[in-house]
């Protein structure tokens, strides 16, 4: 991955100050070998030092983002919903590889929307853009039918487990033969986490050390002990 600093004022939030513009950096994410491969391809994030977490790439998006492309063939001409998406890499690959991506964050965080919105057309991406908050059933929520379910870190706040959980549920029990993939740091949460699981009738299909399918020179840069999930309704 490469990190330099935005000196372009065209990828400059629009209407942000001199020391917003200041604060925000451009980050590359390359997928696949263009040497060796038609279909590489780089994904271009904007990230703010402004925010607290919203709009930072943080490892988990990267180990997530890395299996959604090595695991495209799944990804193509199926419905995909990111929560919690910030800034949206792994979501933004999903669409390039052919997904119809709907990307999700918290509807009280306007500047974080705005931001997925800007990223998604800087890569030439048709995304939707939806404010969705776990655990709120608006008309929001009832519209998504999606096949495919991403969630990078967003098991980082046990308060918010439970809504996260019951918003999972939700929306595999309106997809039939859906699936929640999901990227975490293995924290002290995780027996909450599966007596969520197991609370709301899910079940985890496959696990995985996020390390073991990421290629070295990304693998390098990154750190923690990362798991990627695959969780789906219980029979």
Known sequence: MEVTEDDDDDDSPVGSSSA?????????????????????????????????????????????A????????????????????????????????????????DSNRPEVLSNMTRVSNLNNLNCKVMGLTWGVWDATIFSLHPKIILGADVLYDTSAFEDLFSTVTF?????????????????????LIEFLMAKWGLRCIKLLDGFSFMPSHKASGLNGNIQLAEIVLKL
């Open 20 to 64: 917003d513009q200041d604060m925000t950096t451009i980050s590359h994410h390359s997928f696949g070998n263009s040497t060796e491969s038609h279909d590489a391809f780089s994904i271009t994030i904007i990230e703010s030092m402004k925010e607290d977490y919203g709009l930072f790439v943080w490892p988990c998006s990267i180990v997530l």
């Open 171 to 191: 929306l595999l029990q309106h997809s039939p033969e859906s699936v929640f993939i999901t990227t975490y740091h293995n924290r002290s949460g995780h027996h």
């Open 66 to 105: 890395e299996y959604v492309w090595q695991q495209k063939s799944r990804f193509s001409g199926v419905s995909v919903v990111e929560l919690g998406a910030g800034t949206s890499l792994p979501g933004l690959v999903a669409a390039k590889v052919g997904a119809d991506v709907t990307l999700t964050d």
